[in-house]
């Protein structure tokens, strides 16, 4: 039985001097001493998501620790597994795939199937947290809704992830990324100036959702600990769209100001943006009026800190084409390094904008090991970008490379559902596992 399973166990017997033992169990080793156990460690998710939100979610808690389950489809899995090139090493692993699916478990089910759904029933009373992405009303159809979940495990936390949500007009659409950034307003507010709408390089709303996704489930967790019962969770791209516009949002719904497209410039704070530069581009700013005067200074044009039309960022914004019209020729006659090395210890922000090759190169990346090396089953030598926070104690870890289709489905259904291998066999002459 695992910490929070515990917990839910002895919750409503605190006085129970029995209580103290298994909590101290649960925070110390042995020795009285904090253990080093992440913090999912026992805790066990099925992972009925594809494409990039919800893996992303449950790599985030495999990283935790936890044991993740991924059910993928016979034969294809989940469709990002195709998304190449690139492939990695001349196998059919894609990096796409790969980028969000380490520290899990490939099972390969149809759970069209009447065997194929039973061997999702087990799997989730054997769980702690279920997290799906179909289109809502999809899952219902296979009698794998929360309402048929629930009734056979309500301990069970059930996460749904989706482009809309489960009311209003476009619940049964599907979700991806570029629209829901589209709809929500991502898009409106990026790219030049005086140019079209740009994506964002990266699918951002998808990975915000899985963030929200996972820190819902790290709550529901702690509450279920208290209650000991699951719950549904909805999680959908658009909402997490809004909800991330922060103070764009705010200054529609409060001053009506209407948001619009600024490059890399800043709304309320002049200069702070991408300069070019002798060799590429840097991104600089002045935060305060304290922070331009030393700004000015340092680039050589003291006179641009005492001109009247400058002195506050009030006064830079109403001027602000007339300052980066002086800034532009400045910034233009040196490279980064001559102009990082000029603001060495500056209180301006800076930074120069990096090809990938840069940034996994530069050397504070190097020195935080961020970057991990993997053996992968099928495709050998593989990188990720490993988690990016750090505990003092029992943190996250990158323990297994992301699993080929289908590496564990017999171990699973041996190991975690006590399958027999003639049974195992069986399923899999009828097509139900692979």
Known sequence: MNALRRSVVFYHSKFNPAYHNVIKSITTTSTGVADNVSPLEGVRVLDLT??????????????????????????????????????????????????????????????????????????????????????????????????????????????????????????????????????????????????????????????????????????????????????????????????????????????????????????????????????????IGAGSDQQYVDFCKRIGQPNLATNPKFVTNKKRIENRKELLNLLYPVFLSKTNAEWMQIFEGSSSPCGPVNSLREAFDDPHVKAIGIVKELQHATAGHVKVVGPPVVYSTGGNYVRSPPPALGEHTREVLKGVLQFNDDYIDTLVSEKVIQ
């Open 50 to 283: 594809r494409i990039v939100a919800g893996p992303y979610c449950t790599m985030i808690l495999g990283d935790l620790g936890a044991e993740v389950i991924k059910i993928e489809r016979l034969g294809t899995g989940d469709e990002c597994r195709r998304w190449g090139p690139p492939f990695i090493n001349d196998s059919p692993e894609t990096c796409y795939f790969v980028a969000v699916n380490r520290n899990k478990k490939s099972v390969c089910v149809d759970m069209k199937s009447k065997n194929g759904r039973e061997i999702i029933y087990e799997l989730a009373k054997k769980s702690d947290v279920l997290v799906e992405n179909f289109v809502p009303g999809g899952l219902d159809k296979l009698r794998l809704g929360y309402e048929d979940i629930r009734g056979i495990a309500p301990h069970l936390i059930y996460c749904s992830i989706s482009g809309y949500g489960n009311v209003g007009p476009y619940r049964n659409k599907p979700g991806y990324d570029v629209i829901a950034a589209s709809m929500g307003g991502l898009l409106h507010i990026t790219g030049p100036e005086d140019g079209a709408p740009v994506k964002v390089g990266i699918a951002m709303t998808d990975i915000a959702t899985g963030l929200y996704a996972h820190g819902a489930i790290m709550a529901s967790l702690i509450k279920r600990s208290r209650t000991g019962l699951g719950q549904k969770i909805d999680c959908n791209l658009l909402s997490t769209q809004l909800s991330t516009l922060i103070n764009i949002g705010s200054n529609y719904l409060n001053a009506e100001m209407e948001g619009k497209r600024w490059g890399t410039a800043h709304e309320s704070i002049v200069p702070y943006e991408t300069f070019p530069t002798k060799n590429g581009y840097l991104t």
